[in-house]
């Protein structure tokens, strides 16, 4: 076992390192106090658009339940007094204006395309089968009526993008 000396005692490297990192935070104090309070901004900011985000999930929610509410709504006389329509053609009348103005309102969210898919079911079942289709083109990842549906399947061979360059035929002159 090694004998600590007196002079080891007076140094040392923990009591070094605490008074230099004093040193550091006091001269630096204007620099680290608007950097906290920087980063205090934006841990708010984060937080509050979570928050804000969520509250507009759930009135979302609560918009697609009561239009979802429309569509299963009974054709006509309610037995437990709720919501009902005297004809499947007014039912279907308010079901469409529920769900367009839904997706219309909340386009880009999960509950505006489930509202489109709803417009185009409701359009579907009334014989309407050339608008649903069109609806529902807009979506990312659908085709449409020019996109080529493998590679090279509607492209000129020259201009598609896998095409090898095409030989040279000989014409024959008779």
């Not at 070094?16 to 680290?32: D, N, S």
């Not at 549906?149 to 201009?159: E, H, L, Q, V």
Request: hydrophobic content about 30%; overall charge positive; some cysteine.
């Amino acid at each position: 076992m090694a004998r600590i000396t007196r002079k080891e005692l007076k140094s040392d490297k923990f009591a070094l390192e605490v008074g230099q990192t004093v040193t550091f935070f006091e001269e630096h104090q204007k620099e680290i106090a608007r950097y906290a309070v920087v980063a205090a901004t934006v841990g708010l900011l984060v937080i509050g658009y979570g928050y804000y985000q969520r509250r507009e999930h759930g009135i979302r929610q609560q918009a697609l339940t009561k239009a979802v509410e429309v569509q299963e709504a009974p054709v006509g006389p309610s037995a437990s007094g709720g919501l009902s329509f005297p004809t499947q053609e007014a039912k279907d009348r308010e079901a469409l204006r529920v769900f367009t103005d839904l997706r219309n309102k909340y386009s880009g969210t999960d509950e505006g395309e489930i509202a489109e898919y709803y417009v185009g079911a409701v359009k579907a079942d009334q014989g309407s089968w050339r608008r649903p289709k069109r609806a529902s083109s807009k979506w990312p990842g659908r085709a449409t009526r020019n996109t080529p549906r493998w590679p090279n399947s509607r492209w000129p061979r020259s201009t598609s993008p896998r095409a090898a360059p095409m030989p040279r035929r000989a014409r024959c002159e008779s």
